[in-house]
């Protein structure tokens, strides 16, 4: 079974820094993909960024960068250049191929992050 | 692109009574799921479906839990004789064939169960 392991339940940041926010996961598989999602205190699920399994840069979004390591089975979260909005509950995932071609993403326990002046 | 929508975003609840939420997914999504996320957790994937089929269900899925998305666009989630454990947010989300398979997701729908 995957699993995805994020070991810092809060991390602060000051304004215009930068923070990266652990992931760490588990899988038998050879090809796979991760994501990290953004979830503001409303509640809504946002994607922020993707990598392969066989990528072999690591993803980049504006402001947003993937530190992908394979070998250690890690795909850290790097924010640079932090803001207030940046302030929420941050999810990393593992897409998990089922039945019908669909993937269903299995979540970690997230990371509350909170930008301060 | 209006995104994923879902109605209602807040449910009261008492024990034993039935609700249903409903999910609206983004047009040309064929894919389209359903998770629950409890306090302090990540989501939690309940079911899936590609088009009108329903090809994959959790076992957190028990026999009161029921959905449905009979025309292959919006999705109807019911749970009957809720109990106090059922009390979470339960996030839809839509996604194309192909490609990343990213997943947009909805508002959440969040139920307290009295």
């Known amino acids: 079974a995957q699993k995805i392991t994020q070991t810092q339940p809060g991390m602060f940041v000051q304004e215009k820094e930068a923070v990266t926010l652990d992931c760490t996961y588990d899988?038998?598989?050879?090809?796979?993909?991760l994501f990290w999602y953004k979830q503001p205190s409303s509640g809504e699920m946002i994607f922020l960024i993707y990598q392969g399994s066989y990528d072999e840069q690591n993803a980049t979004e504006g402001r947003y960068s993937l530190n992908f390591q394979k070998a250690r089975k890690s795909a850290n979260l790097v924010i640079s250049a932090s803001q207030l909005g940046d302030s929420a509950m941050y999810f990393c995932?593992?897409?998990?191929?089922?039945?019908?071609?669909?993937?269903?993403?299995?979540f970690g326990t997230g990371t509350q992050l909170k930008v301060e002046l | 692109d209006t995104g994923v929508s879902q109605d209602p975003r807040h449910k009261i609840t008492k024990r034993g009574q039935n609700v249903t939420f409903r999910c609206d997914p983004i047009s040309e999504h064929n894919r389209l799921y359903w998770y629950r996320q409890t306090l302090g957790q990540g989501p939690e994937f309940l079911t899936y479906?590609?088009?009108?089929?329903?090809?994959?269900k959790s076992r957190l899925l028990s026999d009161r839990f029921s959905a449905e998305r009979p025309k292959g666009s919006f999705s109807t989630l019911e749970i009957q004789r809720t109990e106090q454990g059922d009390s979470a947010m339960y996030l839809c989300?839509?996604?194309?064939?192909?490609?990343?398979?990213?997943?947009?997701f909805g508002p959440g729908t969040r139920l307290t169960v009295l």
């Open positions: 989300a839509s996604s194309l064939e192909g490609g990343l398979n990213e997943q947009f």
């Open positions: 479906f590609q088009n009108e089929a329903q090809l994959e």
């Open positions: 899988t038998s598989d050879q090809s796979y993909g």
């Open positions: 995932a593992m897409r998990d191929t089922i039945t019908g071609g669909g993937n269903k993403l299995t």
